[in-house]
């Protein structure tokens, strides 16, 4: 077996308070975790876990990966907006038009996210996070299909997408120009190897695939950090 999706994680100034907002808006219960202290856990055997780890970096820039959370009906998409709105969420201008049928939305730590119209039929059936929505190259949606041995389920005008065999979200790729990159990411991918599976050969798979390594400092992360073909940090978790 390959390397897995454990969990997609923020970094945060207030890594508590910003797990409780997403407990509430999604209705994932909140949990100790060893690799990232507190975790919203997967509500079925397609999801992953949303970790939160402190950080002192404050955002500076629009994310490269973001949230598309779905709406059965109109009705519903606008009371996942109104429940953000409670729970300390904002809207945000990132350049979409009026036309347009989602909302865009931040979390109580700028982090920005859409709730997308009722009948969009790309995401249906992926649940309520349809979609991690990521700024990236053709080339980087190749790249994370073979790494996770996820299928592409999308590929025209150097617009990827893949999804796990099992089904739930799926992990989009717009397509160049790319947005720039400064500092490092606040959202990126934890991977974990299968119980019993060669950590290493899997990270010198990895980097066969195009990945390469980063050196964040002793003692940061219990794992190797290393970046994809766009240069998104991840990290291959030490198994335990």
Same mark, same amino acid.
């Given at each position: 077996?390959?390397?897995? $999706?454990?969990?997609?994680?923020?970094?945060?100034?207030?890594? =508590? &308070? %910003?797990?409780?907002?997403? =407990? /509430?808006?999604?209705?994932?219960?909140?949990?100790?975790?060893?690799?990232?202290? @507190?975790?919203?856990?997967?509500?079925?055997?397609?999801?992953?876990?949303?970790?939160? &780890?402190?950080? *002192?970096?404050?955002?500076?820039?629009?994310?490269?990966?973001?949230?598309?959370?779905?709406?059965?009906?109109?009705?519903? *998409?606008?009371?996942? +907006?109104? &429940?953000?709105?409670?729970?300390?969420?904002?809207? +945000?201008?990132?350049?979409?038009?009026?036309?347009?049928?989602?909302?865009? %939305?931040?979390?109580?730590?700028?982090?920005?996210?859409?709730?997308?119209?009722?009948?969009?039929?790309?995401?249906?059936?992926?649940?309520?996070?349809?979609? %991690? =929505?990521?700024?990236?190259?053709?080339?980087?949606?190749?790249?994370?299909?073979?790494?996770? =041995?996820?299928? %592409?389920?999308?590929? *025209?005008?150097?617009?990827?997408?893949?999804?796990?065999?099992?089904?739930?979200?799926?992990?989009?790729?717009?397509?160049?120009?790319?947005?720039?990159?400064?500092?490092?990411?606040?959202?990126?991918?934890?991977?974990?190897?299968?119980?019993?599976?060669?950590? *290493?050969?899997?990270?010198?798979?990895?980097?066969? $695939?195009?990945?390469?390594?980063?050196?964040?400092?002793?003692?940061? +992360?219990?794992? @190797?950090?290393?970046?994809?073909?766009? /240069?998104?940090?991840?990290?291959?978790?030490?198994?335990?």
């Amino acid at each position: 077996m390959t390397t897995q $999706l454990f969990a997609v994680c923020f970094e945060a100034s207030q890594p =508590s &308070r %910003l797990a409780r907002f997403w =407990s /509430g808006l999604l209705g994932r219960e909140m949990a100790d975790d060893p690799h990232d202290g @507190v975790a919203l856990l997967p509500s079925d055997d397609t999801g992953f876990r949303i970790g939160f &780890r402190p950080t *002192q970096e404050r955002k500076v820039v629009q994310n490269r990966m973001h949230f598309d959370l779905t709406s059965a009906s109109l009705e519903d *998409q606008q009371q996942t +907006v109104a &429940r953000a709105l409670g729970l300390g969420a904002r809207h +945000v201008d990132v350049g979409q038009r009026p036309e347009e049928g989602h909302v865009v %939305l931040a979390d109580p730590e700028g982090n920005e996210f859409c709730v997308i119209e009722p009948g969009n039929n790309f995401l249906a059936g992926c649940g309520f996070i349809g979609a %991690l =929505s990521c700024d990236g190259s053709q080339k980087v949606g190749y790249f994370w299909s073979e790494a996770l =041995s996820w299928p %592409l389920v999308w590929d *025209q005008d150097q617009e990827t997408a893949i999804q796990s065999p099992r089904g739930g979200p799926k992990i989009t790729w717009g397509g160049p120009p790319l947005m720039p990159k400064v500092g490092r990411d606040r959202l990126h991918l934890d991977l974990a190897t299968p119980v019993g599976s060669d950590w *290493q050969g899997e990270v010198d798979r990895l980097l066969s $695939l195009g990945a390469t390594r980063i050196d964040t400092g002793p003692g940061e +992360v219990s794992g @190797v950090v290393m970046a994809d073909p766009d /240069g998104n940090e991840f990290c291959v978790l030490t198994p335990r």
